[in-house]
């Protein structure tokens, strides 16, 4: 079983910062690539940043030059640094991680969601 934990959602004003978290633990033998996902109300769900196992990522037009997604492979986190935030960046933003488990296993696991909100 493997679980994702994300962290660090809020409410911050246009201009302003948050810092997202996603913790895997469970049982994995590795973690090829993550990434981060969002979806606003009414709107598909989107890839919003995704980084390799190596740290070669990946941005959607509409973040590039304000977001940054690293990792920490000794503590299986991704995170994503969110600055220079507007009011379209509002959405639920999900975690994914393809995870390899001690099963022999490959799947995409996903997190439970985290709201941002960006208003004045």
């Known amino acids: 079983q493997v679980q994702l934990v994300e962290s660090g959602g809020g409410l911050v004003q246009p201009g302003g910062s948050l810092r997202l978290s996603c913790a895997a633990s469970g049982s994995i033998f590795s973690i090829n690539d993550m990434g981060w996902y969002r979806q606003a109300p009414g709107k598909e769900r989107e890839l919003v940043a995704a980084?390799?196992?190596?740290?070669?990522?990946n941005y959607a037009d509409s973040v590039k030059g304000r977001f940054t997604i690293s990792r920490d492979n000794a503590k299986n986190t991704v995170y994503l640094q969110m600055n220079s935030l507007k009011p379209e960046d509002t959405a639920v933003y999900y975690c994914n991680a393809d995870v390899m488990d001690y099963f022999v296993r490959r799947k995409d696991y996903w997190g439970q969601g985290t709201q941002v909100t960006v208003s004045s």
């Open positions: 980084i390799t196992s190596g740290g070669r990522t």
